[in-house]
């Protein structure tokens, strides 16, 4: 059974990880440049700046392969624990392909240095047309998968009406659901302004109505990469720790919760804008602040998940049952360090949210900091450690678990000694964005110079754990001799609650999701097209 499900997430898993090779490939360069150690001029002319690595970086990294990766798990997910194959599997196969078809489109003028927009696309900045329309057509495939997703949902909720479909299946389809409603921001962004803009059909582009249309979907994009690995440490880790899950209700509560709050705070980004008046700007810092709670929410419920488990397996005492998890499995430890990292970034994140606070560490190196903790290591680091069971099962074959352990703990000190540095240069006044070599060099104090070195250093040690985990998932499943049988982790609720029908009924739920979407975003969007300003040419800035 789940034989074309096996293949769909086998080849997504492929695309994810060749686009990760090249994406990750360029961090290091990244962090060396910071060092005082630019080795960018040694790559051209394939490679023509710090700024042309940096956009691969990004769109291949954060966009990508996450993209790829989480449409492909969770439509594993989403079959297995429905315990039915897919209801048009076709319809998964098309979304794919028209990934890989808009991934193509897109690779050509990245590769050439004519589309060196870094991962926010920012107007003024100008890529050829072809760019934007293969962006388009990825998240329009990743759409397809989605629906499919939901279609094979829906059939089973028709097939077993009154019946509280599993936890695992539940998520999966709230996340893709956030982002088929979340892209709509930079659906409109490609379709209405810079597309016709980028093909010359019209004479300027309104960057300010641009930049709101893409952290419309910016913002939610977050929590997009993010619930997967939710899906994961709510629905699969309790059992990898002998435990179960210790609320089941209070776990779908902080998916609904995802779901209504994470688009309408977009301007959490835009503080500084001209052009966003400040109420709008406050609305969304309170709605940031609501966004917490969910992930609060899931770090009780997770934590009390495995501490089950921990005192399942003999733990004793206040905290005996954290030595008992099971630290040897490099599945587990990887996704348990990506968590407790998250306690970090996210703290961060209360940072960053802070109307006055942001004024501080916008736009400098901090803010890399911040997203290095989550979506580098919540966030990657989570999808690593799921891979190291997704490929077993789908393989037979057995990974290196004492290569994939070390390449975990080297992962978390990497990352805490490279963003510990990004955050301090952040807070010197370090910009992000920028090649900060010479600007260290001739005006870095000791503090800048010993940050940034500590960038350096925790790139390298990134780049050791990056190239030990790909070691790890090609040699077990092209080159390991060894067979196991690995199971899907499915953990099972701790007690027999009964869900609330509240909790499955979607209709009350979305009518609330665009109702707020509505009051926090209608009104300043009609203010931007009314008072239209879409006067800018484009800007090739970076050759
Ligand atoms: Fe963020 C900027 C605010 C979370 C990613 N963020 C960014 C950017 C990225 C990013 C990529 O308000 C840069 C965008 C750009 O290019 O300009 N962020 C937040 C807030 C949260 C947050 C309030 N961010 C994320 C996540 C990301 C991500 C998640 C990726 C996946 N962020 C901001 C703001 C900015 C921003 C401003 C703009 C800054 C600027 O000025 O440019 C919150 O969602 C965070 C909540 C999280 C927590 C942590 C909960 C902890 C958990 C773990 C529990 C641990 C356990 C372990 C159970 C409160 C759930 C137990 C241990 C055992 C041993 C058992």
Redesign the pocket.
């Known amino acids: 059974m789940f034989k074309t499900e096996k293949k769909l997430v086998g080849w997504h898993i492929v695309l994810a990880l060749s686009s990760l090779s090249i994406g990750a490939f360029f961090g290091p360069l990244q962090a060396w440049e910071h060092a005082g150690w630019n080795l960018y001029p040694a790559m051209q002319p394939y490679i023509a700046s710090y700024y042309q690595g940096l956009t691969l970086h990004g769109i291949l990294n954060?966009l990508v392969f996450t993209t790829f990766f989480i449409t492909g798990f969770l439509t594993y997910v989403v079959a297995t624990s429905l315990d039915r194959p897919m209801r048009y599997p076709k319809l998964s196969w098309a979304g794919f392909f028209t990934m890989v078809v808009g991934l193509l489109l897109a690779a050509v003028p990245l590769l050439l240095n004519l589309a060196s927009v870094l991962?926010?696309m920012y107007p003024p900045m100008m890529a050829p047309w072809y760019f934007y329309v293969g962006m388009t057509v990825f998240v329009v495939g990743s759409w397809m998968s989605g629906w499919s997703m939901m279609i094979t949902f829906a059939t089973w909720r028709k097939d077993n009406p009154g019946a509280t479909p599993p936890f695992q299946a539940f998520a999966s389809v709230i996340t893709m659901v956030l982002w088929q409603i979340c892209t709509l921001g930079i659906a409109a962004e490609m379709l209405i302004l810079v597309i016709p803009w980028a093909l010359g059909l019209v004479p300027g582009i309104d960057v300010q109505l641009a930049r709101t249309l893409f952290w419309f979907t910016?913002?939610p994009l977050?929590?997009f990469?993010?619930l997967p690995a939710y899906v994961s440490?709510y629905g699969m880790m309790p059992k990898q720790a002998d435990g179960k899950l210790f609320s089941d209700t209070m776990a779908r509560f902080a998916f609904w919760l995802f779901l209504l709050l994470s688009t309408p705070i977009g301007f959490?980004?835009q503080?500084?804008d001209p052009g966003v008046p400040a109420g709008w700007k406050y609305l969304h810092?309170i709605l940031?602040?609501a966004?917490?709670f969910p992930?609060?929410l899931?770090?009780f419920n997770?934590?009390a998940s495995?501490?089950y488990g921990?005192r399942q397996r003999g733990g004793k005492g206040l905290l005996g049952w954290?030595k008992k998890?099971p630290w040897g499995d490099p599945s587990y430890t990887a996704q348990?360090l990506a968590?407790?990292i998250?306690?970090l970034?996210?703290?961060?994140?209360?940072i960053?949210?802070s109307y006055n606070v942001?004024l501080v560490?916008?736009?400098t190196a901090w803010?890399?900091g911040?997203?290095h903790l989550?979506?580098g290591t919540?966030?990657t680091f989570s999808f690593m450690g799921i891979m190291y069971w997704l490929v077993p099962h789908l393989t037979g074959k057995a990974i290196q678990r004492r290569v994939a352990l070390w390449q975990a703990w080297l992962w978390a000190a990497g990352m805490l000694i490279f963003s510990r540095g990004l955050h301090w240069i952040g807070l010197l006044g370090a910009p992000r964005r920028t090649m900060l070599g010479v600007a260290i060099d001739n005006y870095g104090t000791g503090e800048w110079q010993v940050a940034s070195m500590m960038t350096g250093v925790g790139g390298t040690i990134l780049l050791i754990s990056g190239l030990l985990f790909f070691y790890v998932i090609i040699h077990g499943a092209f080159f390991s001799k060894e067979e196991v049988v690995v199971e899907i982790p499915f953990a099972e609720p701790l007690t027999d609650e009964v869900v609330p029908a509240w909790l499955n009924n979607w209709k009350p739920w979305l009518i609330a999701v665009f109702a707020l979407i509505i009051i926090a975003y209608a009104p300043m969007i009609i203010n931007l097209v009314t008072d239209g300003a879409a006067f800018s040419p484009g800007f090739v800035v970076w050759k």
Do not use: D
């Open positions: 954060a991962y926010t910016g913002h977050v929590y990469w993010l440490w959490h980004h503080y500084v810092a940031t602040y966004v917490f992930s609060l899931t770090a997770v934590a495995l501490e921990g954290i998890l348990n968590m407790i998250f306690i970034g996210g703290a961060g994140g209360v960053n949210a942001n560490i916008h736009n803010v890399p911040h997203f989550t979506v919540a966030v």
